[in-house]
């Protein structure tokens, strides 16, 4: 598999034709690599989702690709932005390949298809929290019965085709790149950056009733009503008379506009 495109956009590009976990590799290979280190693989034999969920597909059906970032002077605090801002950079990418139906982030780490899933992401912390690598998976060839759910999708379903993978991980690249600069430029802030409106505005969770699976299976039911400062999801719970912030678990759509 060749990349001629995307390539160019990476500080350091490599392409295996299969791993264990290209998000391994790269959190292993961190201090030695510098920012905006690009590696993509052919197939992953230990690919997790949320929650160390096994994810898999077939060889060179999708785009397994992870990203390390390592931006200067930029607290941990400020990289929980940095999924949410890959997740918009892969609907901006998707959304270039003319797509007859609009694709949006689900908060907080997919990208969907009206209600399918087309690409996840997971990000990890470098070990001495120099940065962060950010690992995605983009369904390009799968025809709906090789998907691993039913409320799935890929590009070949949406298009009627399959477009190359260099074309679509250029374009994911391009979004990233420029998304990251702005934001490192602005010291990690997302209002400044503008990031956190175009979150916002490209979120289908926020204004929908949703069930969220916090750490220890705890539940609260509730409307989504907006996105933090910090990128946390402000949840109205059922009855409640405040909101509440969450920073990390599942969400469920309930209902949907």
């Known amino acids: 598999m060749e990349f001629p495109n995307a390539s160019k956009l990476a500080k350091h590009f490599q392409f295996v034709e299969e791993t264990g976990s290209t998000n391994t590799d790269l959190v292993d290979q961190a201090a030695n690599l510098p920012d905006f280190s690009v590696l993509v693989a052919g197939f992953q034999s230990g690919g997790r989702g949320r929650s160390g969920r096994q994810w898999e597909a077939p060889a060179g059906s999708s785009l397994f ?3 390390l970032l390592k ?12 999924p949410l801002l890959a997740g918009l950079a892969i609907s901006k990418a998707l959304n270039e390949l003319q797509l007859e139906k609009r694709a949006s982030l689900k908060w907080p780490n997919d990208v969907l298809i009206e209600q399918n899933k087309i690409s996840g992401v997971l990000s990890e912390l470098v070990s001495d929290l120099s940065g962060v690598v950010i690992g995605a998976g983009i369904n390009i060839k799968q025809k709906q019965a090789e998907l691993p759910i039913e409320n799935a999708t890929s590009l070949k379903i949406e298009l009627g085709r399959a477009p190359r993978h260099d074309k679509v991980l250029a374009l994911y690249l391009k979004h990233l790149r420029d998304l990251y600069d702005s934001f490192v430029i602005h010291r990690g802030d997302a209002v400044l950056s503008g990031l956190r409106y175009q979150v916002m505005n490209n979120c289908q969770t926020l204004g929908l009733r949703v069930k969220a699976i916090l750490p220890g299976n705890k539940e609260v039911i509730g409307e989504a009503v907006g996105i933090d400062d910090s990128g946390r999801l402000i949840l109205l719970p059922d009855g409640a008379k405040s909101v509440m912030a969450v920073a990390a678990g599942d969400i469920v759509h309930l209902r949907h506009n």
């Open 65 to 67: 690709v992870s990203v």
């Open 71 to 82: 931006p200067k002077d930029l607290s941990p605090a400020k990289m929980s932005w940095l």
